[in-house]
């Protein structure tokens, strides 16, 4: 049996790494087809950590196995999938305190809170891990230290840099994530290590943010995990047939 998965992606740098590689697992463990949607926050977001040119591993483009980010349209047309059931499950993750926040509320005004909306009215099962809901560790995007960056002129992660990304502001360097595409060069070339890519830092989350996961919890048909670990493990347990989403 093939099994069809609708993957959201919201725009959250937070366990995207680990999400990603799951992606990439199940797709090559299993007879999965996933259609990956994403809002635009979303789009920008997997560019920064350098998963966008990837994304063809997991959804390379034959039918249901797309690519669709928001782009310029504001009613969704590909999100009628869901409500006709045309998928066995909905994963929304990495799933931004945005996302949650707009799910709770009713709002269906992004690729993926719109999705979530109408896997709601075709009762399809759903798995969200959002970013902001227990105390950990994430990794951040690609940044330059200012106390480290010695303002080298000629730059040589600036020289080198595909994208154009980087630029001087008060004369120290910076990277301009507009343009970045995550592809982690510039790291090694700076000769005093002031460029950093996937720093894990602690986060903490707010309160109302906290408070919206909780509410999410009482959804129907919607199953909220606490790490990426535990997202895998659910997956595969679906995938091999012992448990029903
Ligand atoms: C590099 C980067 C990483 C981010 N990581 C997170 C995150 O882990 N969690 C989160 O809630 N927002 C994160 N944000 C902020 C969201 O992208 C922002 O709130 C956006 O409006 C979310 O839109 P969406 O929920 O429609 O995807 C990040 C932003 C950037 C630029």
């Known amino acids: ?9 919201t725009g959250a740098g937070h366990f995207l790494s680990e999400v990603f590689l799951t992606m990439k697992k199940i797709k090559k463990l299993f007879n999965v087809k996933i259609t990956t949607f994403t809002s635009k926050a979303g789009e920008e977001v997997l560019r920064i950590y350098g998963f966008l040119p990837k994304i063809k591993e997991v959804s390379p483009g034959n039918y249901y196995e797309e690519f669709f980010c928001s782009g310029s349209a504001w009613s969704f047309p590909v999100s009628g ?19 949650t926040a707009k799910i709770v509320h009713g709002i269906a005004d992004t690729m993926v809170t719109n999705i979530f ?10 798995y969200i891990l959002p970013t902001d809901w227990l105390p950990s560790e994430t990794e951040l995007p690609p ?11 000629p730059c ?34 700076c000769p005093y290590k002031a460029v950093s890519f996937r720093e894990r830092v602690k986060v903490t989350p707010r309160k109302i943010d906290v408070e919206n996961v909780e509410k999410l919890c009482g959804f129907e048909n919607v199953k909220v995990l606490r790490s990426p670990k535990e997202l895998e493990n659910l997956l595969f347990k679906f995938l091999e047939g012992k448990v029903k989403p």
């Not at 840099?161 to 090694?188: H, T």
């Open 1 to 9: 049996m093939t099994y069809y998965i609708a993957w959201g992606v």
């Open 81 to 99: 999938r869901l409500q006709l059931g045309k998928y066995n499950l909905l994963v929304i993750a990495p799933c931004s305190a945005n996302t």
């Open 117 to 126: 909306a109408q896997a709601q009215k075709g009762k399809i099962p759903t």
């Open 143 to 153: 940044m330059v230290n200012r106390d480290v960056c010695r303002g080298c002129k």
């Open 156 to 189: 040589p992660p600036m020289e080198k840099c595909p994208y154009g990304a980087f630029e001087f502001v008060e004369g120290k360097a910076r990277i301009n994530l507009e343009k970045c595409w995550g592809c982690g060069l510039c790291v090694s070339l």
